[in-house]
């Protein structure tokens, strides 16, 4: 997967012609997709494109449907420059989040607009796989149903917590659902009537992409994203690039061991990180039952300044910060990004995970900087996102086409079903 929000300009002596087309539109995409509208003159300054090739460049991308122009503000010397904008209505991708409590739904609209967004409680146990299928289906239905009349969408990507095996989207194991070997994308291609290429995304790779592309970590080019749920999962991304490992499992650090003999975790190991800073640990930490309390009830104990809570929470402060120690010493990121619950108690856990990280780190602690993450619970759904925008920024037309023929091939057609029925 190709992260690079920057242009991607090829050398100019690229063999065909086509190929250097196609890498000055992607170009160009690329640039109002991530930074918004720009005007023809700062696209000619920011491609080192002339004036005509971008002009060019840019009619060619409002006939795909994808840009549109308008005329810029007057003012100042000469001809007001045109501004071009990326068309939100133009393409579209269908994102999902599923957490063992809810299945979270996004249409976001070229640019990374956010158009539609929902979120569903499970009406069944989250382990009921059939039925977790047939909730994503029938919200992409209605999304898909509410999309702009040309709309073209460009697939749909799903992220879950646990190991998810790349490329085909089998769920290796995700013990917060339940869900072992469950073959998630084949699933969903059959269940949306295969109109749409379907990808699975681990959590942790999603939420890397996100705060690199969109959020806490734009601009940063070695980035490590880690969200404490129920479970605790994390992405890498290193030199612009997701560091997937050889099977895509790479980032899962919540079975980093950090207390030998300590708490017994999902894995069936001992002391693993997320057996102490999960929210199982993190709800019991506060002196409460996990099975009676949720962890919105420690958020909400520690917003009112519950002094117990907030001692309980600032205890499991300390190993968050000893696990983060050892990661930023393996993948020597510039930005740690904290989502999810620890996203949401980094304030309060600060000082002692500070110290704790602090002392484990030692000189080495000035080089990572911790932040809370900027896109919190949305950052699965922005990470989705933007994995599905990836081909059609690489090669915009090629990709619409491509889309555009596998909607139609698999379109039921009324009217031609009943002309052969008559
Ligand atoms: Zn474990």
């Given at each position: 997967m190709r992260l690079g929000a920057g242009p991607q300009v090829r050398p100019a002596d690229a063999s065909a012609q086509d190929d250097v087309r196609r890498a000055n539109l992607s170009a160009v995409l690329r640039l109002l997709h991530f930074h918004g509208p720009a005007t023809r003159s700062d696209l000619v300054a920011s491609t080192g494109f002339n004036r005509s090739t971008v002009g060019s460049l840019t009619s060619e991308?409002?006939?795909?449907?994808?840009?549109?122009?308008?005329?810029?503000?007057?003012?100042?010397?000469?001809?007001?420059?045109n501004v071009v904008e990326p068309l939100s209505t133009g393409a579209h991708v269908l994102a999902f989040d599923v957490t063992p409590s809810s299945v979270g739904a996004a249409r976001v609209g070229l640019g990374g607009y956010m158009l539609q967004v929902r979120r569903r409680l499970h009406s069944t146990s989250p382990h009921d796989?059939?039925?977790?299928?047939?909730?994503?289906?029938?919200?992409?239905t209605e999304m898909q149903a509410r999309a702009a009349a040309g709309s073209v969408c460009l697939g749909i990507v799903v992220s879950v917590m646990g190991s998810v095996r790349q490329p085909d989207g089998l769920v290796r194991r995700s013990p917060p659902l339940g869900w072992y070997e469950v073959p998630l994308a084949d699933l969903l291609r059959e269940a949306t009537g295969h109109k749409y290429p379907v990808a699975v995304g681990n959590d942790g790779d999603l939420g890397v992409v996100a705060e690199y592309l969109r959020g806490a970590a734009r601009g940063s080019q070695d980035v490590l994203y880690v969200r404490g749920e129920v479970g605790v999962g994390g992405g890498v991304?290193?030199?612009?690039?997701?560091?997937?490992?050889?099977?895509?499992?790479?980032?899962?650090?919540?079975?980093?061991?950090?207390?030998?003999?300590?708490?017994?975790?999902?894995?069936?190991?001992?002391?693993?990180w997320e057996a102490e800073v999960g929210d199982g640990a993190i709800i019991r930490s506060v002196g409460r039952d996990p099975r009676e309390s949720e962890i919105e009830d420690v958020l909400s104990d520690v917003a009112i300044g519950n002094r117990r809570s907030i001692a309980g929470v600032r205890k499991t402060g300390e190993w968050v910060g000893l696990g983060l120690a050892s990661l930023v010493n393996i993948f020597n990121p510039r930005i740690v990004v904290l989502g999810g619950t620890l996203?949401?108690?980094?304030?309060?856990?600060?000082?002692?995970l500070a110290a704790s990280y602090a002392r484990a780190l030692g000189p080495m602690r000035e080089q990572a900087m911790l932040v809370r993450s900027e896109l919190g619970s949305d950052a699965q759904l922005v990470g989705a996102a933007e994995v599905a925008f990836a081909d059609v920024l690489e090669d915009p037309a090629g990709t619409l086409d491509d889309r555009t023929r596998q909607a139609d091939e698999h379109e039921d057609h009324p009217l031609r079903v009943l002309h052969q029925a008559g």
């Open positions: 991308l409002t006939k795909l449907g994808l840009v549109r122009e308008r005329p810029g503000v007057v003012g100042g010397k000469g001809r007001p420059s796989v059939p039925a977790v299928v047939q909730l994503i289906a029938t919200l992409a991304v290193v030199d612009g690039e997701l560091l997937k490992g050889a099977g895509g499992y790479a980032g899962e650090v919540g079975h980093i061991v950090v207390k030998p003999g300590g708490r017994v975790c999902s894995c069936g190991a001992r002391g693993c996203g949401a108690l980094y304030p309060t856990m600060e000082p002692t």
